[in-house]
């Protein structure tokens, strides 16, 4: 079965830390590389993505870091906030985005 | 403004009792999908429809079945309920844009 492995389970930073939450997977057929972010009671919602054909990509605090040849990608939060805990999910798809196959997710607490 | 909304957004019921979970956007997006979410296991794809009348399995579909008669409206029915599917429940749309996708509140299903 497809795989996205993700890590660390669960992160404490404090304010203004930088919390990097790794994923890796198998498949490469993979093209489609998003994280989605949920709040507790919340449905998840989609925070940025990345396809491979490029290394590196920023939304505000937000970046996406993807080394093909590892098949590894990564999400790294700038500044972190207290409002920034949350689950955060990654994810994968093939092209044509059919099935998308989440990481177990990271359970994330910056502390004020 | 972008809206997916789940019917109920919480059932308890009992082993056997068919039930139906309704899920409908005001996006006209063609792509729509059911999750379910379980502690430590993430987000798992149950089915997904790429538009009217075509539905296919995601990763764990057994013991559900979807229908998908018209564009806004994406039904799961679960007609023998165990509770092995006592979870939390996601329906999700995704537009022409890959970063154009919301998910529903979530309905929380307990099976006694």
């Known amino acids: 079965q497809q795989q996205v492995k993700q890590s660390p389970q669960s992160l404490i930073v404090q304010k203004g830390g930088i919390p990097i939450i790794n994923c890796a997977y198998e498949?490469?057929?993979?093209?489609?590389f998003p994280w989605y972010q949920q709040f507790p009671g919340k449905g998840p919602a989609l925070l940025i993505a990345?396809?491979?054909?490029?290394s590196e990509k920023k939304e505000g605090r937000f970046t996406i870091s993807f080394n093909k040849s590892a098949k590894q990608f990564s999400l790294h939060i700038m500044d972190s906030q207290p409002g920034d805990s949350a689950t955060y999910f990654c994810?994968?798809?093939?092209?044509?985005?059919?099935?998308?196959?989440f990481g177990k997710g990271t359970m994330l607490l910056v502390s004020p | 403004e972008a809206q997916v909304t789940q019917n109920p957004r919480y059932l308890i019921t009992v082993t056997g009792k068919k039930l139906t979970v309704t899920c409908s956007q005001n996006?006209?997006?063609?792509?729509m999908s059911w999750y379910r979410q379980d502690p430590g296991l993430g987000l798992r794809q149950i089915y997904y429809?790429?538009?009217?009348?075509?539905?296919d399995k995601g990763d764990v579909p057994e013991g559900y079945k979807v229908s998908r008669k018209e564009k806004r409206n994406f039904p799961l029915i679960l007609e023998s309920p165990s509770p092995n599917q006592t979870s939390l429940y996601f329906c999700?749309?995704?537009?022409?844009?890959?970063?154009?996708?919301?998910f529903g509140p979530g309905t929380r299903l307990t099976v006694l």
């Open positions: 994810a994968a798809s093939s092209s044509g985005y059919s099935t998308l196959t």
């Open positions: 498949n490469t057929a993979f093209d489609y």
């Open positions: 990345i396809r491979p054909d490029v």
């Open positions: 996006m006209n997006h063609e792509y």
């Open positions: 429809s790429m538009n009217v009348e075509v539905t």
């Open positions: 999700a749309t995704l537009g022409s844009d890959t970063d154009t996708q919301y």
